[in-house]
């Protein structure tokens, strides 16, 4: 079986080849975990154990797969040296899986410090609504390969929520318009449906919103759907590929 590691660092950033300079392709999240495909001194080769994700991260000592036993529900937790409030030392984001130590009051203990109970569930938690706190992301700034806080690009967020509920979801837009198979027409578009276009995906929150993270207003936007279709399509000579309900 091949060996598995977790990622301690708060988000890691996954590039295309063995450089800074190279694309950030994606990122890990504090708690995710991967395999080393190939590794020197300086770089490992990696495979993400999420999503099968492949790519460069900068050699680091990570610990052996660590058994979470949590996971951050807001949109970033902070982290603070002792079980009160007084000295924050970090934040970890939406998504984070992370192992409890220790507890004390209203704080739980794990491997960076202690984070707040309220700001966690159980790992094996799922939201009867998949995408119910999507919105925590609106006006996060737009990030290529983002998934946290920090930024974020529009396949990663909806990626995040599906991880988060223990789901399955590709990385790309263009891997997740074929991973989900029921098509639905726009007259028929209701809350949760996805809507892609080439290289691009949003998230509808009703029949008239939509939500996504989206490069040329440089941040998480929430719009209307027939406005932001016309203006894709207006700007970028882009249509709508494809409708999905999950």
């Known amino acids: 079986m091949t060996k598995q590691f977790t990622n301690n660092f708060v988000v890691i950033n996954l590039y295309k080849k063995p450089s800074i300079k190279s694309e950030v392709v994606t990122q890990m999240l504090y708690g995710d975990s991967f395999s080393i495909l190939k590794k020197n001194r300086k770089w490992l080769k990696i495979k993400i154990k999420e999503d099968g994700y492949k790519g460069y991260i900068k050699n680091n000592n990570f610990p052996k797969l660590i058994k979470s036993t949590h996971k951050v529900n807001v949109l970033k937790s902070s982290v603070y040296k002792l079980p009160n409030k007084k000295m924050k030392i970090?934040?970890?984001?939406?998504?984070?899986?992370?192992?409890?130590?220790?507890?004390?009051?209203?704080?739980?203990?794990?491997?960076?410090?202690?984070?707040?109970?309220k700001d966690v569930k159980p790992i094996s938690y799922k939201e009867k609504n998949l995408f119910k706190k999507i919105s925590i992301f609106k006006n996060i700034k737009y990030k290529w390969g983002g998934k946290s806080f920090k930024g974020i690009d529009c396949s990663g967020l909806i990626q995040v929520f599906f991880n988060f509920n223990n789901k399955f979801c590709p990385r790309d837009a263009k891997?997740?318009?074929?991973?989900?198979?029921?098509?639905?027409?726009?007259?028929?578009?209701?809350?949760?449906?996805?809507?892609?276009?080439?290289?691009?995906?949003?998230l509808a929150l009703s029949d008239k919103k939509l939500i996504h993270a989206y490069g040329p207003l440089k941040k998480t936007v929430i719009m209307d759907i027939n406005k932001t279709i016309h203006k894709i399509k207006k700007t970028a000579n882009l249509n709508v590929i494809g409708i999905k309900r999950i």
């Open 90 to 117: 970090n934040e970890i984001p939406f998504g984070s899986k992370i192992r409890i130590l220790d507890s004390k009051k209203t704080f739980f203990k794990f491997s960076k410090g202690w984070i707040s109970k």
């Open 175 to 202: 891997d997740q318009v074929k991973f989900f198979k029921k098509n639905v027409k726009l007259e028929d578009i209701r809350r949760n449906d996805i809507i892609f276009w080439k290289g691009h995906v949003a």
